[in-house]
C-alpha cells in the first residue's frame, strides 16, 4: 500500500501500532505491524477520512484462502469482501482524484488500519493523532449507505455438570454441563426482551446472537459420558440507539437479563456462570450536510442511496465515538466474511470506486470544480 500510494502521488507514512494477545488469534504475544496513512490535499479546510482494514481473519477454513481467483466476475479469497474490495476501491479513488489534478478545498487522508478484525487497536492508534470532519468506512455494505451499526456484547457461560453413565442420565437432572450450557442458550434466544427488533426512519434493525463451545477444560467424551464442565462463547449483537449513552444502557439492560436468565437455571438445579469479556456499543448517525452529498453522489452514480444496517461491529464506532461524523459503505457482503466460500464482485468494486470519486469531489471539490453540481 505504501508503494501503491507513493507511486500515485500521495503523502505516505507509516504508523506502528502494538497489539496486545487477543484469544488465539495473536499466538500469545505482542505484534507491532503499521497502518499506512496516505493524504492528498489542502490541510486547512475540510477533511475527509476514508477508512478500511488491511488484517483478515484465519484463511485455516477456506480452500486456497490467499491464492486469489476469479471465477464468473467473483474474486475468492480471504478478506476478498472482508474487506480488501473496499480497500482497493477507496485507493483507486483517491488515485483517480490525483490524476485527475482536481483542485481540492479539503483534504483527503486514507487510513489504512491493521487489527480491525480482533481488537480495533489500528484505528484507535490512528485517532490518537488524527481527526476529520466527516469519515466513510469501506466495509461491506453491498454497496448501500451503513447509517447504524449494533454494539455487541461478547461474554463466556461457564457450565458444571457432574461425571456420569451417559444413558442413566434424566433431562431434568442437569448432569451434563453441555446440556445445561446449551438449554440457557436456548433460554436467551427465546427472550423477546433480549433477542428484538426495532425499526428506525424504516429501516428494521435485528438482535443477532451467535454461540461457539469453547474448549473448557477437557475435550467432550461423547454420548455415553456426561460433560463435568464445559464453556460457551457467546456474541450477542444489540440494536444501536440515537446516542452512546442510550446504546450502552441497552447492552447493560441485555447483559442483566441474561444474568437473570442464569440465575434462573441455577435455581431449577443448573450450575451455571456468566463471564463478561468485551462490551462496544453502537451508533446511528443522524443526517447532515456530509451524509446528504454522499447520499446525492450515490443517487448520481447507482440510481439509488438506499440505507442500511450494519449487524457487525467495526472501527466505525470508534470514528463516531470520537465525534467525528461516520457511515459505512462499500462492495460486498458482510454475511461472506469469515466465510469458507468468500467473495467479492467484481463489477461492485468497480462501482463503489466510482461512489468514493465522485464523493471526494462533492465533498472536497473548490467551488470552481463540479463539486457544485
Not at 475540510?46 to 486456497?64: A, E, F, P, Q, R
Request: charged content about 20%.
Amino acid at each position: 500500500m505504501r508503494e501503491e500510494l507513493t507511486d500515485a502521488g500521495l503523502q505516505v507514512r507509516l504508523q506502528n501500532v502494538t497489539s496486545k494477545p487477543y484469544y488465539n488469534f495473536t499466538a500469545g504475544r505482542n505484534r507491532t505491524r503499521p497502518n499506512v496513512i496516505a493524504r492528498t490535499g489542502k490541510g486547512n479546510g475540510t477533511k475527509l477520512i476514508l477508512n478500511g482494514h488491511i488484517d483478515t481473519v484465519s484463511g485455516d477454513t477456506m480452500k486456497h484462502a490467499f491464492d486469489p481467483h476469479v471465477v464468473g466476475g467473483k474474486l475468492y479469497g480471504r478478506g476478498s469482501s472482508d474487506m480488501k474490495g473496499g480497500v482497493a476501491s477507496i485507493v483507486a479513488a483517491a488515485e483517480a482524484i490525483v490524476e485527475s489534478d482536481l483542485d481540492l478545498g479539503g483534504e483527503l487522508v486514507l487510513s489504512l488500519v491493521v487489527d480491525e478484525e480482533t481488537s480495533g487497536t489500528g484505528t484507535l492508534e490512528f485517532l490518537k493523532t488524527e481527526t476529520g470532519d466527516f469519515c466513510i468506512v469501506a466495509e461491506p455494505t453491498n454497496n448501500t449507505l451503513g447509517i447504524a451499526q449494533a454494539g455487541y456484547l461478547d461474554f463466556n457461560i461457564y457450565s458444571k455438570g457432574e461425571a456420569r453413565h451417559g444413558q442413566t442420565t434424566l433431562p431434568e437432572l442437569w448432569a451434563n454441563a453441555f446440556v445445561q450450557a446449551s438449554n440457557l442458550c436456548n433460554r436467551i434466544l427465546a427472550d423477546r426482551r433480549i433477542v428484538t427488533k426495532k425499526k428506525y426512519n424504516g429501516l428494521l434493525m435485528k438482535t443477532t446472537f451467535n454461540f461457539s463451545p469453547a474448549p473448557y477444560p477437557t475435550l467432550p467424551s461423547g454420548a455415553w459420558m456426561t460433560m463435568e464442565e464445559f464453556r460457551i462463547n457467546c456474541l450477542l449483537g444489540v440494536i444501536a440507539e440515537r446516542s452512546i449513552a442510550k446504546s450502552t444502557r441497552t447492552e447493560k439492560l441485555a447483559m442483566n437479563r441474561i444474568k437473570r436468565r442464569i440465575a434462573e437455571s441455577n435455581r431449577e438445579g443448573q450450575t451455571n456462570r456468566f463471564e463478561l469479556l468485551d462490551i462496544k456499543p453502537g451508533f446511528i448517525q443522524a443526517p447532515n450536510a456530509y451524509t446528504k452529498a454522499f447520499e446525492r453522489t450515490m443517487q448520481y452514480v447507482l440510481g439509488h442511496h438506499r440505507h442500511s444496517y450494519v449487524y457487525s461491529f467495526c472501527d466505525s464506532s470508534y470514528f463516531y465515538r470520537a465525534g467525528i461524523p461516520t457511515v459505512l459503505f462499500g462492495p460486498g457482503r458482510m454475511e461472506l466474511g469469515h466465510g469458507t466460500k468468500e467473495y467479492i464482485n467484481i463489477s461492485q468494486v468497480k462501482d463503489a470506486t466510482a461512489v468514493f470519486a465522485y464523493a471526494i469531489e462533492n465533498i472536497l471539490g473548490s467551488s470552481s470544480s463540479t463539486a457544485s453540481r
